[in-house]
Nanobody, 120 residues
């Protein structure tokens, strides 16, 4: 089992920044592909960003490309999501995810989520 605990959410005005953190425990962190997803009220959960096991490769949803940066520190068992130039449409619950193989349709592990609210 992998336990994931997110932190760093909050309320911010449009144009502001937040950094989310997700600490993993229970298994060897560097064996897992890590990602972030989000779910806005009334909408389905959607992919935001992912990083490979070493952190050397990243991939983003078009909606956040150029504004968000995913990174990981394998020594600290932590993955981050730096969010800049936030927009009201970024308002959602953000979830950390871990999987041995990638952010496909059956991600193995999820965090409990952290709320991000962006006001105009």
């Amino acid at each position: 089992q992998v336990q994931l605990v997110e932190s760093g959410g909050g309320s911010v005005q449009a144009g502001g920044s937040l950094r989310l953190s997700c600490v993993a425990s229970g298994r060897t962190f560097s064996n897992y592909v890590m990602g972030w997803f989000r779910q806005a009220p009334g909408k389905e959960r959607e992919f935001v960003a992912t990083t490979n096991r070493s952190g050397g490769s990243t991939y983003y949803a078009d909606s956040v490309k150029g504004r968000f940066t995913i990174s990981r520190d394998n020594a600290k068992n932590t993955v981050y999501l730096q969010m800049n130039s936030l927009k009201p449409e970024d308002t959602a619950v953000y979830y950390c995810a871990a999987d041995r193989y990638g952010m496909g349709s059956n991600v193995q592990y999820w965090g409990q989520g952290t709320q991000v609210t962006v006001s105009s």
